[in-house]
């Protein structure tokens, strides 16, 4: 899927804004690069009796202005070059939605899909093992990604409570974040994501004068982002047109269901075969005009191919990296307007943040509060990276990154460099 260059291609935006903003050089160099790069090799017997060797990944990028933070993708297609981008957009995000915490990313390269649920329970753990303490609930947290859940999650606290001296035990739940709510999760962590999105486009929405109600939308990727993403701006009474994954295209001028597409992607893993509307291809995805597209699926999804095909007014990137520098350049040509991944998908984080607080604390907060609170996290977030829009002449990529660089230059000045 090209995402071999996906590190160079944040190391481009990165650059660029780097150069605009006259960043300090030694921060520019220090975040050029991850601090850490750790990758294991690790052995899992499989359900026939026979050894299979993983390959995970956890790169920490940046613990700059808190504990490394982010999350743990499960994917055939995961490499080093694709986490250490992630990471270093995990950095970005943190800093630009003013949460205490720092960036990394983990993986390891198989499809879970493929494995038993109690093979992909051994991964998981022989995983958490094979860590160690380079985890740790005020040195690294990680939480779900592509291709884990809070199922996933539970088993890694397990296996690192297991680890760990009785004393510490209870100290230690805020290991990882998105768990189940029985067992030291948020209400609101498994939509976040999904809502974050839809909050920061009714905030582009007041912004441009936009009336919701009368918009068409489309989404890649039906999973955990796109759904509640999907429901979200549902609610709005906006029109969901077209639906793109990895069994095919569904498109419906009169209005996709989306409540009705969750239960049937959830029951049958795709959108393919969904009511009685034809399979189509990638490419009548993305020529489907809408007003709204939401990539939340895979990076690299908008390049100049896919961009020139489109007719869109805002693409909300619920995904991370789902846009190359050329597909931008082609939607900007377009006057297409990006709400960029650091801002849209930004509510995964934060209310992994909030779990985490709550945990550190003994609390239970409820989904109204958790949702308030989000809430006016991303719009303080989108108002401050519009107002940057303003002052640099820029696109919301660029505010964005700027806004969130500053926080880190100004925390690097004030500390200054060890030793
Ligand atoms: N994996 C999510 C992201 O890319 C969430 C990370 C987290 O909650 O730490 O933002």
Redo the contacts with the bound molecule.
């Keep these: 899927m090209g995402n071999q260059r996906l590190f160079e291609y944040v190391l481009q935006n990165f650059n660029n804004v780097c150069d605009m903003m006259d960043l300090d050089s030694s921060v520019r160099t220090i975040l050029s690069q991850p601090k850490n790069e750790i990758i294991v090799h690790f052995p899992v017997q499989l359900d026939d009796g026979t050894y299979e060797l993983f390959k995970g990944y956890r790169i920490q990028h940046s613990n700059m202005l808190g504990p490394y933070?982010?999350?743990?993708?499960y994917h055939e297609d995961v490499r080093l070059d694709e986490v250490k981008a992630?990471a270093m957009?995990?950095t970005i995000?943190?800093s630009l939605v003013n949460l205490p915490?720092g960036g990394?990313?983990g993986g390891i390269k198989f499809s879970p899909r493929k494995y038993s649920e109690e093979e992909v329970d051994k991964v998981t753990r022989r995983f958490t093992a094979a860590l160690g303490n380079n985890i740790g609930p005020a040195h690294d947290?990680?939480?779900?990604?592509?291709g884990t859940n809070a199922q996933t999650m539970v088993k890694m606290m397990d296996t690192y409570m297991n680890m760990c001296n009785p004393d510490q035990k209870h100290n230690s739940r805020g290991i990882v974040?998105?768990k189940p709510v029985d067992c030291g999760g948020t209400e609101g962590?498994a939509s976040?994501?999904g809502t974050g999105v839809v909050m920061c486009i009714e905030e582009w929405a007041k912004h441009r004068r936009v009336d919701l109600s009368k918009t068409t939308y489309s989404i890649q990727g039906y999973g955990n982002v796109g759904s509640w993403a999907g429901v979200a701006l549902h609610n709005h009474g906006a029109k969901l047109v077209a639906v793109n994954d990895h069994t095919g295209t569904i498109v419906d001028e009169r209005g996709i269901d989306s409540h009705a597409l969750r239960d049937y992607v959830k029951e049958h893993g795709g959108v393919a075969g969904y009511r009685d509307l034809e399979t189509q291809d990638r490419n009548t995805f993305f020529s489907t005009k809408v007003d709204i597209m939401i990539p939340a699926a895979l990076e690299n999804q908008i390049t100049e191919i896919e961009a020139k095909l489109m007719d869109v007014r805002l693409v909300a990137e619920g995904a991370?990296g789902p846009t190359t520098p050329k597909g931008e350049k082609v939607l900007k040509k377009k006057d297409t307007e990006i709400l960029p991944?650091v801002l849209a998908?930004?509510g995964?984080?934060?209310?992994?943040?909030f779990?985490w607080v709550q945990n550190k604390r003994s609390e239970y907060w409820d989904e109204d509060e958790v949702n308030h609170k989000l809430k006016k996290k991303l719009s303080k977030a989108f108002w401050s990276c519009v107002e940057m829009t303003q002052d640099y002449d820029c696109d919301i990529r660029t505010a964005a990154y700027i806004g969130s660089l500053k926080r880190l230059e100004s925390s690097y000045k004030l500390r200054g460099i060890f030793p």
Excluded at 141 to 146: E, L, S
Excluded at 348 to 353: D, F, K, L, T
């Design positions: 933070k982010g999350g743990i993708r992630l957009l995990m995000k943190c915490l990394a990313k947290i990680p939480a779900p990604d592509m974040t998105g962590r976040a994501t991370n991944d998908n930004a995964g984080v934060i209310v992994s943040y779990e």
